[in-house]
């Protein structure tokens, strides 16, 4: 059973479409994340939800639009798509608060390529 | 600010020999240190973390990582590296305040020669 899933794990698409992936974990955890790796491999955090709220958001264009239908769940969606969109996204989950450990839970990586 | 730096992009090894993988951070306070390993195609997978107590911690696979404040490091080891650890390596620093927020490095390309 994965822990962090995401789908679609490939997405190929043109330049000013809108995309969504998303994002569902079965760790019980209360707080879930979007990472970009960028071509040069580089993680840095976009957003991030703890029990359905935005607790951080990383000046991140309002074309990205995250939302968290519920604890397990958290969808991106980007709108008007850009060359420079294309890198792989990660999302992950973890347990925030008493007894948090801070750990990172990752999924496989969305790979999306804009054209 | 949070930094992590990881100052060797690429390191080539032989199997069987030993590795050490150089992390620095920046942080103001004690910092939550973290190394994930990532395969080609795959996720992070946590190989290891320090929050506090004792400064060498042991990981999965064989990797331990030392905890040393006064160089402002946290080094990944592995005394004997097989074919299946090339991948790339990230260290990462977290807030104690424990946001859930980890700053990574630019990961380091590790490479087994048979």
């Known amino acids: 059973d994965t822990a962090v899933s995401q789908t679609p794990k490939y997405l190929v698409t043109q330049m000013g479409n809108d995309k969504s992936i998303k994002c569902e974990q079965n760790?019980?955890?209360?707080?879930m994340y979007w990472y970009k790796q960028d071509s040069k491999k580089f993680l840095k955090i976009m957003f991030s939800y703890n029990n359905k709220e935005l607790i951080i958001n990383e000046t991140v264009p309002n074309r990205f639009s995250p939302k968290s239908p519920d604890k397990a769940h958290l969808n991106l969606h980007i709108n008007s798509l850009e060359l420079g969109d294309s890198a792989v996204y990660f999302c992950a989950s973890s347990r925030l608060g008493t007894g948090g450990t801070g750990e990172l839970f990752f999924g496989e990586g969305s790979r999306l390529t804009v054209l | 600010a949070q930094s992590v730096t990881q100052p060797d992009i690429h390191i080539t090894v032989s199997e069987g020999a030993s590795l050490e993988l150089r992390c620095n951070y920046s942080y103001g306070a004690t910092p939550y240190l973290f190394w994930y390993v990532q395969s080609p195609g795959q996720g992070l997978q946590l190989l290891l973390k320090?929050?506090?107590?004792?400064?060498l911690v042991q990981g999965i696979k064989g990797f331990e990582a030392e905890f040393k404040r006064s160089q402002s490091s946290f080094n990944l080891r592995k005394p004997s590296v097989h074919w299946s650890d090339a991948a790339e390596y990230f260290c990462?620093?977290?807030?104690?305040?424990?946001?859930?927020?980890?700053?990574f490095g630019q990961g380091t390309t590790l490479q087994v020669k048979p």
């Open positions: 760790l019980g955890h209360d707080t």
């Open positions: 320090y929050f506090s107590g004792d400064t």
């Open positions: 990462a620093v977290g807030s104690s305040s424990n946001t859930g927020k980890l700053i």
